[in-house]
């Protein structure tokens, strides 16, 4: 099994900082793709930020200059550095990975069980 470990949520005020993590732990071949996904009360899961197969980001546009994802390959850890912290960014949080857990097996998607940030004066 992969096991997803996420920290950082919480409450900030407007303009405010949070920094999310999240530590893959398990049968893990490879990580194909790794990232954050969020949902508000009453709307659909949506993607936050992303490293892609190739490797390369993609963010969500409401976010595009204000969060910022990294990670340590070696570490199986993706890290979510949010800035400039607006209400409607209060969600929670869920971290994704697109892993094999062996060489044979098919890519499929393990989530994490959610953090809440909330973003509130």
């Known amino acids: 099994q992969v096991h997803l470990v996420e920290s950082g949520g919480g409450l900030v005020q407007p303009g405010g900082s949070l920094r999310l993590s999240c530590a893959a732990s398990?049968?893990?071949?490879?990580?194909?793709?790794m990232g954050w996904y969020r949902q508000a009360p009453g709307k659909q899961r949506e993607l936050v930020a992303t490293?892609?197969?190739?490797?390369?980001?993609d963010y969500a546009d409401s976010v595009k200059g204000r969060f910022t994802i990294s990670r340590d390959n070696a570490e199986n850890t993706v890290y979510l550095q949010m800035n400039s912290l607006k209400p409607e960014d209060t969600a929670v949080y869920y971290c994704y990975a697109d892993a094999q857990k062996t060489y044979y097996s098919g890519s499929i998607y393990y989530w994490g069980q959610g953090t809440q940030v909330t973003v509130s004066s």
């Open positions: 490293f892609t197969r190739g490797g390369s980001t």
């Open positions: 398990g049968s893990i071949f490879r990580i194909n793709g």
